[in-house]
């Protein structure tokens, strides 16, 4: 069977959408002459323009609690785009209904690649893909688990994992780049930072960030960058001011636009940074990486580059389905337990790979 015009929807976070990009290859394989349509929210559409292998960005506003006429709605527009296929990376119950009213002849669902199974929406899906050949998805990244899942629908016999990856960065994107980090000089190495994130519980202490640059410039003769948007200043500034060599630091820190970060990590030689979409970028841009988990499980959420590396304490109450979450918990042993270094021995060990 031949699929000319192939419907995606991602409804998810910026590092899940990344990561079950993996599926595209897979995808152009099996049809190279098809077009693939992707479904992101309005506010990360953007990032989805990346992907190498989409044709055409939908961007999707909605609501969280109601507007199923508009769901509705946006059926009734996509069947105008007459596609062969839709397939549901994460089959909420909005695009499950979405793709119904599109009139979609052939409708996936791949929520088993997160774990999870579908309930009531699995009536309206013709195809509700299952591991059948003993893979666990709590042994694989995330990424590996949505390329074989869809390898397996499309009778693909290829074992090789194609990590997800972006488009090239542009000359302007490349310039910007080497502007940053012009001050960083000839013959050393260059490590990006991403200190900060949105959710509090995934942050690691300042103090400790500060010991790993000092240690980076003094081992590895390193220029240290740091990124993050404006919010993440005040940390940056935390961990700049508790450094003793402050002079070996670049501040990027609200300076670059997403398509000037992914160049800006082509052209360093390995980035640090939090359980974030900061790592699945760097994973994307082809960068070393190496990710600090603290509560969640890093053998599913690390990042799908070839050279990338976890740290985590893997405590019994951690873990995709088993932490309670940090509402609930007030500890912070997850956090406190991932050491100074258990940081450097992972980053010596993806150095020495590279």
Not at 1 to 20: A, E, P, Q, R
Not at 305 to 334: E, Q, R
């Amino acid at each position: 069977m031949t699929h000319k015009k192939i419907f995606i929807d991602g409804i998810m976070h910026l590092g899940d959408m990344i990561m079950s990009s993996s599926v595209i290859p897979v995808l152009k394989k099996a049809y190279p002459d098809s077009e693939i349509v992707y479904l992101a929210t309005a506010n990360l559409a953007y990032v989805v323009s990346f992907f190498k292998g989409i044709d055409q960005v939908i961007p999707y506003t909605y609501q969280s609690k109601g507007g199923y006429m508009d769901v509705y709605r946006m059926g009734k527009m996509l069947r105008k785009y007459n596609f062969d296929i839709g397939i549901s990376l994460d089959p909420r119950e909005r695009v499950t209904l979405m793709k119904w009213f599109a009139h979609i002849p052939i409708r996936i669902s791949m929520e088993q690649a997160l774990g999870w199974k579908l309930g009531w929406e699995k009536w309206f899906y013709t195809y509700d893909l299952s591991f059948s050949d003993g893979w666990n998805y709590r042994e694989h990244r995330m990424s590996e688990s949505f390329q074989h899942l869809m390898r397996l629908y499309m009778n693909d016999s290829e074992i090789k994992f194609i990590p997800p990856a972006f488009c090239p960065s542009d000359d302007s994107d490349i310039k910007k780049a080497i502007e940053l980090l012009k001050p960083a000089g000839i013959g050393k190495k260059k490590i990006a930072f991403c200190v900060s994130t949105t959710d509090e519980f995934k942050d690691w202490p300042a103090d400790r960030f500060s010991i790993i640059a000092d240690w980076l410039i003094e081992k590895y003769n390193s220029v240290i960058i740091m990124t993050g948007v404006p919010k993440h200043s005040k940390k940056v500034s935390e961990v700049i001011t508790r450094m003793v060599h402050k002079d070996s630091c670049i501040d990027a820190v609200g300076k670059t636009s997403f398509s000037e970060l992914i160049a800006l990590f082509r052209h360093v030689d390995l980035v640090l940074t939090l359980d974030t979409g900061t790592s699945h970028i760097a994973g994307a841009a082809g960068c070393p990486v190496v990710t600090i988990f603290t509560h969640n499980t890093p053998e599913i959420y690390r990042a799908a580059g070839k050279y990338t590396g976890a740290v985590s304490a893997n405590l019994p109450c951690s873990g995709k389905h088993i932490c309670i979450g940090p509402g609930k918990c007030k500890k912070n042993d997850c956090v406190e337990a991932v050491s100074v270094s258990m940081v450097q021995k992972e980053i010596s060990r993806i150095m020495e790979m590279v």
